[in-house]
């Protein structure tokens, strides 16, 4: 499978079985993740594994958004070891960051046949204090990860996409 056909393939999987992903899959997946690019290469990222079901009723009473998932990762940055813009006060990488890994992540599961589905319906406040993370660390994004449902299927608005010319503009 080509990238351009991996990458149309995927969608984000609202319903999943009960099958635990294996560890060999996991590794791998989070191994991928770990190549991304990052700013100067600070590699900020911090991934948490939820995967035991106390650690996963802890992320459920955060968001509706978990989908009985068998595995959620946490996404999030450390403040102090992000890249810091010097041309501007205030701007730094580490959201920037956690997207790319984070978008590795779901496109290595999706090669693995695991699904995933990208999260942002939660506080990061709530999930700090929830989760006992560090003050220094920002919590971007939580995402589910397991076998896709038998009943799983894309949005209806998923392969919905605006035409190059209202998001590209060639100067």
Known sequence: MTFEELA????????????PIEEEKLTRILEVGNVAPTGCNYQPQRIYVFQSQEALEKVRALTVCHFNAPVVLLFAYDRNADWKNPLEEGVHA?????????????LAAWEQGIGSC??????????????????????????????????AKPAGFHTQKKPLAETVQKL
């Open 8 to 19: 149309r393939a995927r969608y984000s999987v609202r319903a999943f079985d009960s099958r």
């Open 94 to 106: 580490g959201v920037q960051d956690v997207s790319i890994v984070a978008t590795h992540v779901m």
């Open 118 to 151: 990208w999260v942002n319906y939660f506080s990061p406040t709530a999930a700090t204090k929830a989760l006992g993370l560090p003050e220094n660390e920002a919590p971007v994004l939580l995402m589910p990860l397991g076998y896709a449902a038998k009943d």
